[in-house]
């Protein structure tokens, strides 16, 4: 028999600590306090549907039409918070009602001065709150080419000097016809009337000291006919570069001119 004296075993007392008795007390009481407060809670229906509407809006939700491109919201602000930061301004007036006429008259006598055999191919019409300045034909430019012709320079720096007189936003729009056209410098007839439209543009910045930030310089190619494409003198308005002074207006397409 061993004469080691043999170690006493430490007592291992039952059950779990004393703090976990706290902590799920702690734990008991929080949880009823939650419960307390939903069940006092009330929700606001009405508040609720607007919330979920600006949410809607926010986040470019639409049901009107079925896309399968990811939706595009125009803004990431609610309406409650976005009337500070991106407020609504009101429209300005581009030309006076009463320049209007003016404003025409004085390109008309530029017109009859110097495009009396070509003045029925060029039109300046009121529309609305703008101007409208069309180009038809071969009046600005040579079949194919996007150069601008002698003869159409002072007339364009008649409308610049008139641009100059007056506020707003200048666009500068290119048509062309139907007839397919490929060659080295234009595939298409949407490069087509988008060079010419450029080349008026760069006209009236440079030699017509309009500011650039005014302008504008859209090309629809022949999408967007004024009159019908079965003949020669349809196709020949259809080939237009259009000085549009004040905003861009809406177009309609459907109603063309029967012209042969």
Not at 25 to 52: G, K, P, W
Not at 113 to 137: H, N, V
Not at 211 to 227: D, L, N
Request: glycine share 6%; hydrophobic share 40%.
């Amino acid at each position: 028999m061993s004469d080691e004296p043999v170690e006493a075993k430490e007592e291992v007392k039952e059950g779990a600590p004393a703090w976990v008795v706290t902590f799920g007390d702690l734990m008991s009481l929080l949880l009823c306090f939650f419960v307390l407060l939903l069940s006092f809670s009330e929700t606001d229906r009405a508040m609720y549907r607007q919330v979920a509407g600006s949410m809607e809006k926010a986040f470019g939700v639409q049901r009107k039409e079925r896309v399968m491109d990811s939706p595009m919201g125009i803004k990431m602000i609610a309406k409650d918070f976005d009337q500070v930061v991106l407020p609504t301004l009101p429209r300005q007036e581009i030309i006076a009602t009463q320049d209007m006429d003016t404003i025409k008259d004085e390109l008309k006598e530029e017109v009859d001065a110097y495009f009396k055999e070509e003045k029925d191919l060029i039109s300046i019409k009121i529309e609305g709150d703008t101007i409208k300045i069309s180009l038809m034909g071969e009046t600005a430019f040579d079949s194919g080419k996007a150069k601008i012709r002698k003869k159409m320079i002072p007339l364009l720096k008649k409308i610049a000097s008139v641009i100059n007189k007056i506020k707003g936003d200048i666009t500068i729009a290119g048509h062309t016809d139907n007839v397919s056209i490929r060659t080295r410098k234009f595939k298409s007839n949407l490069e087509l009337s988008l060079a010419r439209a450029l080349s008026v543009s760069n006209f009236l910045i440079y030699k017509g000291s309009v500011k650039p930030e005014r302008i504008s310089t859209m090309g629809f190619g022949e999408y967007r006919p004024v009159a019908t494409n079965d003949g020669f003198k349809g196709r020949r308005r259809n080939r237009r570069v259009e000085i549009i002074l004040g905003s861009f207006p809406a177009f309609e397409h459907n109603n063309k001119e029967p012209l042969n």
